[in-house]
């Protein structure tokens, strides 16, 4: 089977549910959310943002930002 060139409009990608968390803020959330999810995923694509909310562990917040992120599924090569 040939290798499909980068960009192939009819590559599959994954999808799965992250949370990112942050004592900052929502935006540092998402992009920490995405940052881990980029060392063990690779060809990032999309991340959605789902939902934002904040956990409350005493008198401190957790922003957090559940999200969907797509990757390129590569099978095995």
Known sequence: MAKKSKGDP???YK???IVGTSTQSFAEAA????????RSLRDLRVAEVEKFDVKIEGSKL?????MKVSFKYHGED
Not at 31 to 38: D, H, K, L, M, P
Not at 62 to 66: D, F, H, L, S
């Open 62 to 66: 957790i922003y957090r930002a559940k």
């Open 31 to 38: 992009r920490n959310g995405v940052t881990t999810a980029s």
């Open 10 to 12: 009819s590559a599959v």
């Open 15 to 17: 999808i799965i549910e």
